[in-house]
């Protein structure tokens, strides 16, 4: 049997590319004495303990001088944009982690 | 001919070769799935009349925007008819409301599917099966409507099992998992018409949902409800757990829940669906003793804790309940919530068919 002739078909990409805006990272601290720090606790188990711990270890051996705490309302959910804004008002840096 | 967007080539000599194709792009869920050639995706948009680059909606944690095109690719891949067309772009609209939260059910661990429950008149139109073999295969429309929601997730937003997606076991509903309601054949209200429709609208509920979990029950209707809210009540559930909220005061994070009940709809003429809803949701709960033997509650047990109940439901409103499956038997089933309200709650949009 002889093979058939293969035709030529135009497909749609069913498929989306990331569409990733250019973006400046912040200033890096040139220390953290002295400075305020925020938290974003994301409501996984444990990760107020985590972050707790965390807040602890800077105050006592990096002597920040405040910490912030935002709790969001759902570990998959973003945290509200007006609460991050305050919070940026409040802090000089900001620690976002993860716990489970 | 619309401008379609990106497209690519495809060389072939018979439908093997072809759906071979498909496989070799990647872009399968792992069934034979039919090319998307730029003829076929223009009759379906021909059918609905819509602007390919139109974007439906985003999924911003992804970076991801998605066009009624894409949609449109992503259906005729899945097996649709182009009729089929307006319920997946109205399922598609209803995950990518920032309420649903999309992002979560389906990057999570939890293994939860993405149910498109479909109201109204295109129920009938469509022959969308609501009777027999409600969840199981045999039915064009709810295979492919199902299927179609499914490519969307895994090709246009990126829901890609191993990356984007964590389900820790999956769930078969990823494969398709669309149902109507036999809203003609009950006296209860249709789900569509509770939540702000006409009767004479269609609509399609998604809701990010564990695997339905079948409920064998005899008797009279207070018989039936008890055995529906003792498999609800279940330990293992994403309402029966904690973790992940907010909100701690109530320990438990607490979801919407499906339920489908079958069968003879005139045992229920003496029940309303808020009746119904309003059993459920009392006594959907689990005892605290048994929370802190599953240790979902800290602390050891105490006097009283077998006859403290925690609700896992937070309101009457937050069971869908509707009428569907065989008229052969009274058989129900439950489905939990991915995920507590605060991280995903269920939506409505309406199905907007031509020339109506």
């Not at chain 2, 619309?2 to 080539?9: C, H, K, P, S, Y």
């Not at chain 2, 139109?125 to 199981?136: A, M, Y």
């Not at chain 2, 009746?275 to 033997?293: E, F, G």
Request: a negative charge.
């Amino acid at each position: 049997m002889t093979q058939a002739q293969q035709t030529e078909h135009v497909l749609v990409i069913p498929t989306t590319e990331a569409i990733v805006l250019p973006f400046d990272g912040a200033p890096r601290l040139p220390t953290l004495a002295g400075t305020r720090l925020g938290i974003i606790d994301d409501s996984k188990r444990n990760a107020d303990v985590l972050l707790e711990e965390l807040s602890e270890v800077l105050r006592t051996r990096y002597e920040i001088s405040d910490v912030q705490w935002l709790r969001k309302p759902s570990a998959s959910k973003p945290a509200d944009p007006v609460e991050l804004k305050e919070l940026v008002e409040k802090c000089d840096s900001v620690v976002i982690a993860i716990g489970d | 001919m619309a401008n379609l967007g990106d497209t690519t080539v495809g060389r072939w000599s018979d439908v093997f070769e072809a759906v071979e194709r498909c496989y070799e792009l990647g872009w399968s869920d792992g069934l034979p799935a039919l090319p998307p050639t730029e003829y076929r995706v223009s009759q379906f948009l021909d059918y609905v009349g819509r602007d390919p680059s139109e974007i439906v909606g985003e999924i911003s944690e992804r970076r991801r925007e998605i066009s009624v095109g894409k949609v449109a690719a992503n259906a005729v891949m899945a097996g649709c008819l182009p009729e089929y067309l307006p319920v997946v772009l109205a399922a598609t609209e209803a995950m990518l409301a920032p309420e649903f939260n999309l992002v979560g059910p389906s990057s999570s661990m939890g293994g939860s599917a993405i149910l498109s429950i479909v109201n109204g008149p295109i129920v009938q139109e469509l022959n969308i099966n609501s009777r027999n073999n409600l969840f199981g295969p045999g039915n064009r429309a709810n295979a492919t409507i199902g299927r179609a929601v499914r490519l969307i997730l895994m090709n246009a937003c990126a829901t890609i099992p191993g990356l984007f997606d964590r389900s820790v076991i999956g769930h078969p509903g990823k494969y398709t998992y669309c149902i109507a309601e036999a809203e003609t054949e009950t006296h209860w209200t249709a789900l569509h018409v509770e939540r702000g429709f006409s009767p004479e609208q269609s609509a399609v509920t998604t809701f990010a949902g564990e695997a339905p979990r079948q409920v064998r029950s005899t008797g009279k209707p207070v018989a039936i409800l008890y055995a529906i809210a003792d498999a609800a009540s279940a330990l293992g559930t994403s309402l029966s757990t904690s973790g992940s909220v907010g909100n701690k005061e109530q320990g438990v994070r607490q979801g919407e829940i499906v339920v489908t009940i079958s069968g003879d709809s005139n045992l229920w003429k003496d029940w309303s669906k808020q009746q119904v809803r309003q059993y459920l949701q009392a006594n959907i709960h689990r005892s605290v003793a048994d929370l802190k033997q599953a240790q979902v509650f800290p602390g050891d047990l105490e006097p009283g804790d077998d006859e403290r109940y925690i609700s896992l439901v937070p309101e009457p409103e937050d069971v869908l309940l509707i009428f569907a499956g065989g008229e052969e038997s009274n058989m129900a089933s439950v489905i939990p919530s991915w995920g507590p309200k605060v991280a995903s709650t269920a939506v409505t949009k309406e199905i907007k068919v031509p020339g109506k």
